[in-house]
């Protein structure tokens, strides 16, 4: 097997096809089998990363460019993309659309809260509660709230699409009204 760096991105192997007999990929049946393939092609990419130290974190485009009764020859193409677009590990990219999420232990520590909250504008304030705790929706918080909130709770670790579809929503909406009208008076 011979490589070739065409290019940064770019590699040409070159294989004999007597390596391919060795390896079981020129038997009849093998073309259809893709675990032959699969490891041929790991194989292909160990060569690749030993020899140009080019590391496979992008999409992979394979060319065969010609195959003859000598060689097969292959170019390999890694897109200056990044990640695969479908890629599970691939960083989310956190949208900030004005929703703070926030946990507490006690029903008294989300009273002492929403109490701090009765000057501020707020547009929705939902409660919900899961697993022994409480959970307070607010839509168009900001982080000087969040900080605000470190002194009764802290930032939520669920989501809120846990909490919609496992938790129990108490208050929808009008929390801060809602538990200012029974609890603040």
């Keep these: 097997m011979k490589l070739e760096r065409l290019s940064s991105n770019t590699v040409k192997f070159s294989i004999s096809i007597a390596e391919l007999e060795t390896k079981g990929i020129l038997e009849d049946d093998q073309w259809k089998d893709s675990l032959v393939w699969h490891e041929f092609f790991e194989e292909l ?3 690749m990363y030993n020899e140009y130290g080019i590391d496979l974190e992008s999409t992979v485009t394979v060319e065969i460019n010609s195959v003859n009764s000598r060689e097969m020859v292959l170019i390999l193409t890694l897109s200056e993309e990044g990640f695969f677009e479908d890629d ?21 520590d989300v009273l002492a809260f929403t109490y701090r909250l009765l000057t501020g504008d707020f547009e929705e304030i939902s409660l919900y509660s899961k697993d022994d705790k409480y959970f ?20 939520a670790s669920e989501t809120i699409h ?24």
């Design 88 to 108: 599970p590990f691939k960083a989310i990219e956190i949208v900030d659309d004005g929703l703070l999420l926030l946990e507490f232990q006690l029903f008294d």
């Design 45 to 47: 990419m160990d060569e």
């Design 136 to 155: 307070l929706e607010v839509k168009g918080g900001s982080e000087r709230l969040s900080s605000l909130a470190g002194e009764y709770g802290e930032k």
């Design 162 to 185: 846990t909490l919609k579809e496992y938790g129990t929503n108490i208050i929808d909406k009008t929390c801060k009204e809602t538990l200012a009208r029974y609890f603040h008076s």
